[in-house]
């Protein structure tokens, strides 16, 4: 570690307070609630906009001087850094104090009655969430079967992401343009194992065992096609926290998975890398804080270089907000009402172009808009603070949710993904990439939502 002046040992002493309160914090969720949305919530901000930073300033010899990002970032002063990281915790206090704030009071009746729901297997519906899943199972087993026929051999489609990965790659070169929208459909596959193990717990079914392994198979199939260490891995952990009925309620495990994650990253690159290219990557690899720099720092880059790139891309004024139906929607449709899908400005390219534009390099690959930027982008600070309410609300409804079925271990596994799609929403906040490319997390939310609602109403009854 490096202190750079006196200011350096004051800025460190902030960021160990910071550090102390945050881990008491979670460590009061975890004891109180278990994990839930917004623990998983905290240490990925934590993650992305608070650690990012004190690396940043203390490990300067290891900073990373490959990405567009990370070149930027490394121009900015320690007191500039030490700014935006206040700032950060500020928006963290806001999405926190939002979260606690009760707009309804639960008496303790009906908090002992939400502790004894218990979700029936023979109920009617139950009955519609698996013909739903069934649906979706069979949409996106057959899209992905159909690509593969498409790029003509299992290899050649497990190859294509990273052929096709990057800001100006046409996947069209190698799909044609009328499959590109089997592409979304395929993601689905990764919403279907976590419904069918939580549907073969209730019913104990072969049928639903056959589906649980066949969706299972598929979902790792795209992963590989997909070719994304995060998404590999976020798919992994929800089956881990609920092996053998495990609660996690220590603190102390959840830091070491995160760091086991963060040293794993390197070894599944190579694998995919291989699956690609058909060879392993040699020489000696990158040092971890490097590597972790390169990865992470970007959400943290963004938002203090936010003043900066808003010059380039100029405030969206919501527009970001309304666009995101237009990334799902056929753009031959699109055109029937004089709408075309290529003049519109997404914010991913509008983003990279700047950073482009202010090294004056060509970039080779996208950097997405995290949860902060994507608001400040759109009416400043006014839009990043309602934003922040916002979420902080939405926060506590899911986490309501999980306490509905706090002692209901049939269904824990498709709550702890919803938990960990906070990774993807905070670093990358892009409407219009949600819906493109996590789908498998809309649709999560949205069945999640129907059992609670189905649940709470027959219990009512």
């Known amino acids: ?43 990925t901000y934590a993650l992305f906009y608070l650690l990012v930073p004190f690396i940043q300033t203390y490990f300067v010899i290891y900073r990373n001087e490959e990405s567009l990002f990370a070149i930027l970032l490394n121009s900015v002063s320690i007191e500039e850094i030490f700014l935006n990281f206040l700032l950060a915790v500020i928006f963290l206090a806001i999405i926190i104090f939002s ?11 009906e908090h002992k009655n939400i502790l004894i729901s218990k979700i029936e297997a023979n109920a009617q519906y139950i009955k519609k969430v698996i013909k739903g899943t069934d649906l979706l199972f069979i949409v996106s087993v057959l899209s ?30 190698y799909i044609r343009s009328s499959y590109l929208k089997l592409v979304t459909a395929s993601v689905i596959v990764l919403f279907t194992p976590y419904m069918y193990l939580f549907l073969y717990r209730l019913k104990k079914s072969k049928s639903l065992l056959i589906k649980l392994v066949i969706s299972l198979i598929f979902a790792i199939i795209f992963l590989l096609y997909n070719q994304g260490r995060a998404p590999l891995i976020i798919f992994l952990l929800p089956f ?9 309620k220590n603190i102390f495990s959840l830091v070491l998975l995160m ?61 970001d907000y309304l666009i995101w139906p237009t990334s799902i929607i056929p753009n031959s449709l699109l055109k029937i009402i004089g709408f075309d899908k ?20 060509i970039p080779n690959g996208g950097i997405p808009v ?3 930027t994507f608001h400040f982008y759109q009416f400043g600070y006014v839009s990043l603070l309602i934003a922040s309410i916002i979420v ?42 949600i819906i493109r490319n996590r789908l498998d997390i809309v649709v999560i939310a949205i069945f999640i939502i129907y059992i609670y609602n189905a649940q709470k109403k027959i219990k009512c009854e």
């Open 240 to 248: 881990l926290f609920t092996f053998k009925n495990m609660r996690t």
């Open 259 to 319: 760091i086991f994650v963060l040293l794993s990253l390197d070894y599944i690159n190579a694998f995919f890398k291989y699956l690609a290219y058909g060879y392993f990557p040699t020489g000696n690899s990158s040092k971890y804080i490097n590597t972790f720099l390169g990865e992470f720092s970007y959400p943290f880059a963004n938002f203090t270089l936010r003043h900066n790139l808003v010059k380039y891309v100029d405030y969206r004024l919501g527009y």
């Open 99 to 109: 979260y606690s704030v009760r707009t309804t009071s639960i008496t303790k009746e």
């Open 392 to 433: 902080g609300k939405l926060i506590k409804y899911f986490d309501r949710i999980f306490d509905f079925f706090r002692d209901e271990f049939v269904i824990r596994v498709v709550l702890y993904r919803l938990s960990f799609s906070m990774i993807n929403i905070l670093n990358n906040n892009d409407l219009s990439a």
């Open 144 to 173: 992905i079967l159909l690509l593969i026929r498409e790029a003509g051999s299992l290899r050649n489609y497990l190859s294509l992401g990273a052929l096709t990965r990057g800001l100006n790659k046409d996947t069209s070169v």
């Open 342 to 361: 290529d003049t519109i400005a997404f914010i991913l390219t509008m983003n990279t172009n700047a950073y482009s534009e202010l090294l004056n390099l």
């Open 370 to 372: 995290d949860f902060l």
């Open 1 to 43: 570690m490096i202190f750079e002046g006196f200011l350096s040992y004051i800025f460190f002493f902030v960021y160990i307070i910071v550090y102390i309160a945050l881990f008491f914090y979670v460590k009061k969720i975890l004891k109180k609630e278990g994990f839930n949305v917004m623990c998983m919530f905290i240490l």
